[in-house]
């Protein structure tokens, strides 16, 4: 899997305020690496950096990732279990 990490002047602000949050989100993707593991293919995941992960402490960008973790196994288990109905 790779990471990008966006975190615009726009939305954050300062340089301090972009790299805590770009911080933030690569120790979000680094403590759910396990969970990335599970996942059959690999991707390449682009995290963007809202104003509001700043006010956060970590467990709640891990959440909402883990979440989205575990809609994409969903979606590749339905998406092989149809090729196997095709087969």
Do not use: M
């Given at each position: 899997?790779?990471l990008?990490?966006t975190?615009?002047?726009k939305?954050l602000g300062?340089a301090?305020?972009?790299n805590?949050?770009?911080?933030l989100l690569?120790?979000?993707?680094?403590?759910n690496?396990a969970?990335?593991?599970?996942?059959a293919?690999n991707y390449?995941?682009?995290?963007?950096?809202?104003?509001a992960?700043?006010?956060q402490?970590l467990?709640?960008?891990?959440?909402?990732l883990?979440?989205?973790?575990?809609?994409?196994?969903r979606?590749e288990?339905r998406?092989?279990?149809?090729?196997?109905m095709?087969?």
């Open positions: 899997h790779r990008g990490v975190a615009s002047r939305a300062k301090v305020h972009r805590r949050a770009k911080r690569r120790e979000t993707f680094r403590s690496e969970r990335l593991g599970e996942l293919r390449d995941w682009v995290l963007n950096a809202k104003t992960v700043l006010s402490k467990e709640a960008p891990c959440r909402e883990k979440g989205i973790i575990e809609k994409v196994g979606l288990t998406e092989s279990f149809e090729q196997a095709d087969v």
